[in-house]
């Protein structure tokens, strides 16, 4: 497996590096959807990527963002999102990433998270541990939910449908902060080396998260539904956290989701 993490960490050095040249020139969006925005960034880096794969691994299926896949029975599959972080990336902020993963039989076996701007490369390969640059990284050991930080993210599609303000709220009452940084992957990402102590989410793609759980995982943390249930790919929501803050944080959420709130929201 260590050959295909290796071919994984050189195709997304390369793809992000195309990224940072287009963030350089700074480049237009369309839309998707109403709010859903997408780049000519976007679909280069999704080309070179998958280009990449197919001719390193012509045989394996490839689920990426943009359309550009693969389809195959092959028991090998790709999840990429060649660029994590597009609103961020359109209006020049600087927090944005390339990421990859590879499935083996149903099992997330590699993945990598690469920020272009810090120059990070995230990568874990399944029972081999995580790392950053090459060093070994860990979760954080903050046992409190009153001690931590933690981030969320919010949907471009379908916003109005979003339950996420009631969690929002709630989560900004009980812990040192609520971070909300546009960049799923970096955000599991940084669950795992320590940076966040805990992250939720609902709706993300497969992509978004292939490669982070397993860094969390992998970094010693845990993940699971919002509501303690095992995580797939297909889930509706995920928690991803140092394992300490495991229990504490699915008994907020078990809260908030039957209607009880800890601290009322204020009115106008
Ligand atoms: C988005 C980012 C964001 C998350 C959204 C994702 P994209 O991915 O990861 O943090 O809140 O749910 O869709 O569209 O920039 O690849
Ligand atoms: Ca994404
Ligand atoms: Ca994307």
């Not at 997304?12 to 780049?39: I, M, P, Q, S």
């Not at 083996?104 to 590699?110: K, N, R, S, T």
């Amino acid at each position: 497996m260590a050959s295909y993490l290796e071919t994984a960490a050189d195709i997304a050095r390369e793809a992000g590096a195309l990224l940072a040249h287009y963030f350089e020139r700074r480049v237009g969006f369309e839309l998707k959807g109403e709010f859903d925005l997408v780049t000519e960034a976007d679909r280069a880096s999704e080309k070179l990527v998958v280009e990449r794969l197919r001719s390193h691994f012509p045989g394996h299926a490839i689920v990426a963002e943009e359309g550009g896949g693969h389809s195959s029975s092959s028991d090998y599959r790709w999840y990429v999102d060649p660029l994590d972080g597009t609103t961020n990336f359109a209006h020049t902020f600087p927090l944005f990433n390339v990421t990859l993963a590879l499935e083996h039989a149903g099992e997330m076996a590699a993945g990598v998270v690469f920020d272009p701007v810090r120059q990070e490369l995230f990568a874990a390969e399944r029972g081999a541990g995580a790392y950053l640059n090459n060093r070994r990284i860990r979760v954080s050991q903050t046992a409190k939910l009153e001690d931590s930080l933690v981030c969320t993210g919010f949907p471009s599609r379908r916003r109005h449908l979003s339950v996420n303000i009631h969690f929002y709220h709630q989560l900004a009452m009980a812990t040192h902060g609520v971070r909300r940084t546009g960049s799923a992957a970096l955000d599991l990402a940084y669950v795992a080396c320590g940076r966040l102590d805990a992250f939720w989410e609902f709706g993300l793609n497969p992509w978004d998260m292939a490669a982070g759980r397993l860094l969390v995982a992998e970094a010693g943390g845990k993940y699971s539904d919002m509501q303690g249930a095992p995580h797939h790919l297909s889930s509706p929501h995920l928690l991803a956290d140092n394992g300490h803050l495991h229990s504490p944080y699915l008994e907020i959420f078990g809260e908030i989701f039957s209607g009880r709130y800890r601290v009322p929201i204020p009115g106008l």
